[in-house]
């Protein structure tokens, strides 16, 4: 089946029309139109092609290193004499000093070629603004340019076998050594490129430990830089235990960790660990919102090539076979996929441009796990469509739509569970600055419904009411464990129609008119109605809490 082509006029459209990228000072539109025609050249003719390889072939652990498919380090050797790792980091550090949107731009592109090549290198820009936040002016000088060059990579060191999602929980020791260093001394799972050969695995590890006489609980947390190898180019006590076997993201190397007195340096002081990380951490988060954008995109794309190719059955009176993508079921599954392609992609960067601009930090703290939730959702929603347009061939690894519920189903789980997700929009964010998320939230869903057409404004506005019932609700509800999940799909979905009724505006400028204007009133009239059922759950007394234990017991 066909390999992903990057939608170049689709990209540029959303830049200019969703996200609006214009209102960041250093954007230029002639530049990021020349920087993105390039790295798609560079995309659908180098990485794109990995993608089936890395799935077949995978990683292997070999005398205790991780070796990555020989196509991938080939590929990662031109990817970094071309300077793409460095595209948005500031030129006096040896990048680009282009905007942030673009290198998130290329994020996508390389999430629908090949996901696992991808996020094997996604962690180091999540590093390097952790450094840039909060590193030593010698610890930025020291690590920034290397990753900026793509000379080393890096990984983010949380979880641990009792510490998930509970970081309070981290048993990893840092042992100070009295001349400002110190070693670390734990274990660590479900590591990101743990190891790998495409920098011959030189790595800067960012780690969470505990401190000695560090009171329990995340308040004890320090953050780590650990480099792979030493100053005198050994190695350092850093060692893979064991490479997991996964359903999907067979290419991306998921580690088991083990630090054996490994030589390291603190970032910041002892007991900011979690804050100093949460920069890398909310990084993330929107970069698995790209990585959604990217599977929902190449779902669509080989459903449409399938379905225009495919013949069965007849429409109408006319003699058959139709191709398939003359069917309505068909038709609604494809356009459920365009919206979620196309709308996804609209909301996740211009929130990303709003990070940038950073004038509406409340509505960044809602709007960062929104775009986490609701695009890996979207993400798993696109490649069953996907599954079921092929059919029985759906099912088969040769038409590679299964392979994209494969690689995507962790999505939703890693940096932060979407539950998670929703608990901190429910149980946190929206009860902060008395209620400045929420304000900010309802000033934009306002701003796209007053420049949007009649019939959209009015649905829009009606979404947004059952909105703010729901947000009052849940203002007031004691437990919400059952409610969180509807109300961060609904806060998603009214961002997701207003990010529409902006492209709809500007239907005029899309490469394909005709689509956007079809696809912006199925979003109205098929997806958006959705909001009223959600509202009514979110309003809803029944709670978790109150049942009996007995109820749960296996």
């Not at 940096?415 to 008395?434: H, S």
């Amino acid at each position: 089946m066909i390999d992903y082509r990057t939608p170049l006029p689709d990209l540029l459209f959303a830049l200019r029309h969703g996200a609006e990228a214009q209102r960041l000072a250093h954007w230029d539109e002639e530049t990021a139109e020349t920087v993105l025609t390039h790295a798609a050249e560079m995309v659908d003719g180098i990485i794109a092609p990995l993608d089936p390889v890395g799935d077949i072939d995978g990683t292997k652990l070999v005398d205790g290193r991780v070796r990555m498919p020989k196509p991938f380090v080939e590929a990662y050797r031109q990817f970094a004499e071309g300077g793409w790792q460095g595209l948005a980091v500031p030129e006096e550090d040896g990048g680009q000093g282009l905007p942030h949107i673009l290198a998130s731009a290329l994020s996508e592109m390389l999430s629908g070629a090949c996901i696992t090549y991808q996020m094997v290198l996604s962690l180091a820009h999540g590093a390097m603004r952790t450094l840039a936040a909060s590193g030593s002016e010698a610890q930025r000088r020291a690590w920034i340019p290397r990753l900026a060059a793509g000379e080393v990579l890096a990984t983010m060191c949380l979880t641990e076998p009792q510490a998930g999602s509970d970081l309070g929980l981290v048993r990893t020791l840092a042992t100070p050594q009295g001349d400002g260093s110190w070693n670390l001394s734990g274990g660590k799972i479900f590591i990101s490129g743990g190891d790998q050969d495409l920098t011959d695995g030189r790595i800067m590890h960012l780690v969470l430990a505990r401190t000695p006489d560090a009171p329990a609980g995340v308040k004890g947390l320090a953050l780590f830089l650990c480099p792979s190898h030493r100053a005198d180019g050994s190695r350092n006590a850093v060692a893979v235990v064991r490479l997991e076997e996964k359903m999907g993201m067979h290419a991306s190397p998921t580690c088991q960790m083990a630090f054996d007195g490994a030589e390291a340096e603190i970032i910041g002081a002892p007991g900011e660990g979690l804050a100093r990380m949460f920069t890398m951490m909310n990084a993330e988060r929107l970069d698995v919102a790209v990585q959604g954008v990217g599977l929902a995109e190449v779902a669509l794309q080989r459903s449409l090539a399938y379905a225009n190719e495919r013949k069965q059955g007849r429409v109408g009176k006319e003699a058959g076979p139709d191709i398939i993508a003359r069917h309505g079921d068909v038709r609604r599954m494809l356009l459920t996929q365009m919206a979620l392609a196309m709308g996804c992609r609209a909301m996740v960067m211009r929130t990303l441009v709003d990070l940038e601009l950073g004038d509406r930090p409340a509505l960044m703290e809602l709007m960062t796990p929104v775009c986490k939730a609701f695009a890996t959702d979207a993400a798993q929603e696109a490649a069953s469509h996907a599954i079921q347009i092929h059919g029985g061939y759906g099912f088969l690894r040769e038409y590679r739509v299964e392979q994209i519920a494969r690689d995507g189903r962790i999505t939703p789980i890693y940096e932060g569970t979407n539950g998670i997700q929703a608990a901190t929009i429910a149980g946190r964010v929206i009860r902060l600055d008395n209620g400045a998320a929420l304000h900010q939230f309802k000033a934009e869903i306002e701003s796209a419904a007053a420049v949007s057409s009649p019939a959209t404004a009015q649905a829009l506005t009606r979404a947004l009411a059952a909105w703010e019932e729901a947000s009052g609700a849940m203002l007031g509800r004691k437990d919400i464990g059952l409610t969180a999940t509807a109300y961060l799909r609904l806060t998603g979905l009214v961002a997701f129609a207003a990010a529409w009724a902006r492209l709809e505006t500007k239907a005029d400028a899309a490469p394909n008119p005709e689509r956007v204007r079809a696809t912006a009133q199925f979003v109205r009239d098929w997806m958006l109605p959705e909001t009223h059922h959600l509202s009514n759950l979110c309003r809803m007394h029944t709670e978790l809490g109150s049942l009996p234990d007995k109820v749960f017991e296996t």
